[in-house]
């Protein structure tokens, strides 16, 4: 006999949410496939074909050998990963350099790709455009997004008058870029806040990457608040941080796979993860191969195991600290401020 899960009142109501968003998921979005081959999900609107698990670039750009980095996403991508994530600021731009030369002969093609600009303005947000492009030895991003959107003050400053969004859209229109997201980890109000920016504006965005993992499910919930919003709209779900940059794992309460699997139980288009190894890349293929839509009673135990661990926010320090805040510590990035 296994042991009698008890759950309190708060865990029962997380669980019935998330079942609830689980509801939302459209038909045929977990589809069944074979042992071994990798599953593709549509990318919202855009109609795009991206595979389960997308490569994080973040921790491509630490390997002491840049072969090494160039062998991991090559690796990842003939074994059936085909989204690139990326960002103007990753590790001083070597993630994106070393991406450009894994790109090379032929795998371009093979791959969606995403990058991700710091700039508020216009001028900032058109020369790390410029920049990203030269470093991934390409003419164009399949998706650029607006990086690290964790200020109230942040979507009035791109929106605005000279922002950073006159650019995306200046190369929009010139063929440098195919869609137009923006990514944030700090707070659910504030992704609504730049969601509800853009609709003022007439403008939907294509994508919107956040945190979607086991913790989220309790605590400040992208999962319960921005997630509903982003399938009413049809914009692709860009899950991240499934391991909480591997702080939720030190909490003992969920494994690296149920991590994985529980983001891509949501209605994710694509759950990136970080990949600074290849065994850690082969546990991710391993997730995605193997992954079938978990049933209700197991999902439940998962956010009855992991609540307590959630309260506080403990395992979420992107959330609750300035620890993964890249443009707290470095606010030149964002470039100009200009006056209203």
Not at 144 to 155: A, G, K
Not at 200 to 220: E, W
Not at 242 to 252: A, F, N, P, Q
Request: charged share 25%; with cysteine; glycine share 8%.
């Amino acid at each position: 006999m296994g042991k009698e899960i008890i759950m309190t009142r708060r865990e029962l109501l997380a669980a019935a949410t998330a079942l609830t968003v689980l509801s939302c998921v459209p038909k045929g979005l977990f589809a069944a496939v074979a042992k071994q081959q990798m599953p593709y999900r549509t990318l919202g609107r855009t109609g795009e074909k991206v595979s389960l698990i997308g490569l994080g670039g973040y921790h491509l750009g630490k390997q002491e050998d840049e072969n090494e980095s160039i062998r991991i996403i090559r690796t990842a991508i003939e074994n059936g990963i085909n989204f690139m994530d990326n960002c103007w600021d990753y590790n001083g731009g070597e993630s994106e350099i070393r991406m450009g030369k894994a790109l090379r002969d032929g795998y371009r093609q093979k791959v969606f790709l995403m990058t991700k600009i710091d700039g508020r303005d216009k001028l900032t947000a058109a020369r790390q455009l410029d920049e990203s492009l030269r470093r991934l030895q390409t003419d164009h991003i399949d998706l650029l997004q607006f990086h690290e959107v964790i200020r109230v003050t942040d979507p009035a400053r791109i929106f605005g008058a000279g922002g950073g969004m006159e650019a995306v859209l200046a190369a929009k229109q010139a063929g440098k870029i195919r869609y137009i997201g923006f990514t944030g980890h700090k707070s659910p109000a504030i992704h609504l806040q730049m969601l509800e920016t853009a609709f003022s504006h007439n403008f939907t965005f294509d994508a919107v990457q956040m945190p979607l993992n086991v913790m989220d499910a309790h605590y400040d919930s992208f999962e319960k608040r921005v997630l509903p919003v982003l399938l009413k709209h049809n914009i692709g779900v860009l899950g991240m941080k499934s391991m909480g940059d591997r702080i939720i794992l030190k909490s003992k309460t969920a494994s690296p796979v149920e991590c994985l699997h529980y983001a891509m139980s949501l209605p994710t288009s694509v759950v990136i993860t970080g990949c600074d190894s290849l065994p850690i890349l082969q546990q991710a293929l391993g997730a995605a191969y193997g992954f079938r839509p978990p049933r209700e009673e197991q999902i439940a135990a998962l956010l009855a195991r992991t609540a307590k661990a959630a309260q506080a926010g403990e395992y979420e320090r992107y959330k609750t600290s300035h620890d993964f805040d890249g443009t707290y510590h470095n606010p030149q990035w964002l470039g100009a401020i200009t006056s209203p």
